[in-house]
């Protein structure tokens, strides 16, 4: 199976931050990652498939970067309503999704 | 638009089968793009997937569950459907369907299903 870790588990931030969110594989996934974001109550909305596409109608402060175990979801510029949780999930052999990274209000 | 919708119980006994099913509008389920999956979430807690399916019955589980997990497809309904067996507490867990792309692009709304007696 294929573990998904990703680092840190919770980020504390500001409006307009930089914020980076790591995700591992503990093998090579080649590109068959995607990010999603979750605010409570709510299903996970997609936002970045294949590692770096940006799903339609995604704001483009984010971005995904990466390939084979390593990979980065970066918001440019942290937006009031960027305040959620985010999770990474390999689909190159089966599903697997990251633990999540709660990204708090500092 | 396509929408998922799921429905079944919301509260099941140990031991017992949940029973699930998804239901798409706005689109067809037949599509030979996609595959269908379920992803459940207990509370508090992160996602896991549970399987997918495609139009023609083909399905693949994670391989934890797959010995308890059966997902069918009914394309005449525009729905695919979830069962998990021998269910225990651990089974609690608000459940998703969602369709099955470059990751998961359409979601539910997800279901709260408890596991009590």
């Known amino acids: 199976d294929i573990q998904m870790t990703q680092s840190p588990s919770t980020l504390s931030a500001s409006v307009g931050d930089r914020v980076t969110i790591t995700c591992r594989a503990s093998q090579s996934i080649s590109s068959w990652l995607a990010w999603y974001q979750q605010k409570p109550g709510k299903a996970p909305k997609l936002l970045i498939y294949?590692?770096?596409s940006l799903e339609s109608g995604v704001p483009s402060r984010f971005s995904g970067s990466g390939s084979g175990t390593e990979f980065t979801l970066t918001i440019s510029s942290l937006q009031p309503d960027d305040f959620a949780t985010y999770y990474c999930q390999q689909y190159n052999s089966y599903c697997t999704f990251g633990g999540g990274t709660k990204v708090e209000i500092k | 638009q396509l929408q998922l919708q799921e429905s079944g119980p919301g509260l099941v006994k140990p031991s017992e089968t949940l029973s699930l099913t998804c239901t798409v509008s706005g689109g067809s389920i037949s599509s030979s793009s996609y595959y269908w999956g379920w992803i459940r979430q207990p509370p508090g807690k992160g996602l896991e997937w549970i399987g997918s399916?495609?139009?023609?019955?083909?399905?693949y589980y994670n391989p934890s569950l797959k010995s308890r997990v059966t997902i069918s497809v009914d394309t005449s309904k525009n729905q695919f459907s979830l069962k998990l067996s021998s269910v225990t507490a651990a089974d609690t867990a608000v459940y998703y369907c969602?369709?099955?792309?470059?990751?998961?692009?359409?979601w539910g709304q997800g279901t709260l299903v408890t596991v009590s007696s």
């Open positions: 399916i495609y139009y023609s019955g083909s399905t």
């Open positions: 294949k590692a770096s």
């Open positions: 969602a369709r099955n792309s470059n990751g998961f692009d359409y």
